[in-house]
């Protein structure tokens, strides 16, 4: 089955910086590769997401790219705010299959 | 919101009870996925659907069991809760198999 590892588990960056996240996943037959964040006492929800036919993928500060190769994915968070702060989860999913997560990076944006 | 409800929000019992949990979904989505959320583990995948009477295991199924008997609710068992098993439990859904995944506000479970 699929396993989904996610490093780091906290991540600490001033205010501006940019922050990387970094997934690998261990099925190569994963075609969908969805990022999400939760704030604090909330639910999930996504905030970018990337298909097996695509390398890089952006929208305003947030990019996610996928080396299929590697097996690994990463999410760009560029110019950071404080209210990136949260907890993010990459996960990936096959076929009809699961819908697996990582095991969650907690940001902390400083002002 | 995705139009997705989970009940109770929150509930308090003790051990070697069942409990029985409710996700119900007015979007008519074909997946519905139960996860547990713990400190330090992430989101873990304990039961998932892909139709009405259709289920599958997750990585953490030992305890718990679920059905499917209408495409709009999916009830997630625990027959006989362990103290083990408080955590926060999150159902989702989705459409197709590479779309995005709606959650519902979470269930607290506290087993004492």
């Known amino acids: 089955g699929e396993n989904v590892e996610q490093h780091p588990s906290t991540l600490s960056v001033q205010e501006g910086d940019s922050a990387v996240i970094k997934c690998t996943y261990s099925d190569s037959a994963s075609n969908y590769f969805p990022w999400y964040k939760q704030e604090l006492g909330k639910r999930p929800q996504l905030i970018i997401d990337?298909?097996?036919?695509?390398g890089e993928k952006k929208d305003q500060r947030i990019a996610v790219t996928l080396n299929k190769t590697a097996k690994h994915f990463s999410l760009h968070i560029t110019e950071t705010q404080p209210e990136d702060s949260a907890v993010y989860f990459c996960?990936?999913?096959?076929?009809?299959?699961?819908?697996?997560f990582g095991t969650g990076t907690r940001l902390l944006v400083s002002p | 919101d995705a139009g997705i409800t989970q009940s109770p929000r929150h509930k308090v019992t003790e051990t070697g009870t069942p409990v029985t949990l409710r996700c119900h979904q007015t979007e008519n989505h074909r997946y519905m996925y139960w996860y547990r959320q713990d400190p330090g583990h992430g989101l873990r995948l304990i039961h998932y659907?892909?139709?009405?009477?259709?289920?599958d295991k997750g990585e953490v199924s030992d305890g718990y069991s679920v059905s499917r008997s209408k495409t709009e609710d999916f009830l997630l068992t625990l027959e006989s809760a362990t103290s083990s098993q408080t955590s926060v439990y999150f159902c989702?859904?989705?459409?197709?198999?590479?779309?995005?995944?709606?959650f519902g506000q979470g269930t607290r479970l506290t087993v004492v």
């Open positions: 990337i298909r097996s036919n695509v």
């Open positions: 989702a859904i989705r459409s197709g198999t590479n779309t995005e995944a709606f």
């Open positions: 996960a990936a999913s096959q076929g009809f299959q699961k819908l697996v």
């Open positions: 659907s892909y139709g009405v009477k259709d289920t």
